[in-house]
């Protein structure tokens, strides 16, 4: 059956066939039995960018641009290792990074197959310079 993102929201209720964890463990198979003898782990615990950009559609469906967009890019950095999430998030704050350091932050997501968010990096790193938020050095 196709996907209809306004008939089929919540998907965890409507359509629990396409939510799986990231090693496909169906979302009837994520119960508290499970973690307790160790076949679900808090690895497991956590959403697919499959199921990021199905909700980014249910968002897209009931007007919210904002929230698809802002799930599309989480589909995008599911897959990248919280390390490197974390030295994004902290290059995104005020003054942390220069021009150059956002610049590059962007073609490395670019090459992690992170379009969106690389594009998101160069428009922050443009709002910064206007805005005189970056690193001096």
């Known amino acids: ?9 919540p998907l965890g209720a409507r359509r629990p066939d396409l939510v799986t964890t990231p090693a496909g ?8 039995q499970a973690v307790r003898e160790g076949t ?12 990021l950009r199905l909700q980014a559609e249910v968002a897209a469906a009931a007007g919210r641009t904002q929230l698809s967009e802002n799930l599309e890019r989480a589909a995008e950095l599911a897959g990248v290792p919280d ?6 998030y902290t ?7 220069t021009a150059d350091e956002l ?5 490395r997501l670019d090459g992690l197959d992170a379009p969106k968010t690389a594009a ?6 443009a709002v910064y310079a206007a805005r005189g938020l970056l690193a001096h050095g």
């Open 1 to 9: 059956m196709a996907f209809d993102p306004i008939r089929d929201y």
């Open 25 to 32: 463990v169906p979302l009837d198979g994520v119960t508290l």
């Open 40 to 51: 679900v782990t808090a690895g497991e615990i956590r959403a697919t960018p499959r199921t």
């Open 83 to 88: 390390d490197v999430l974390l030295q994004i």
């Open 91 to 97: 290059a995104l704050r005020p003054r942390r990074a």
């Open 103 to 107: 610049a590059e932050w962007a073609a």
């Open 120 to 125: 998101f990096v160069r428009e922050a790193a």
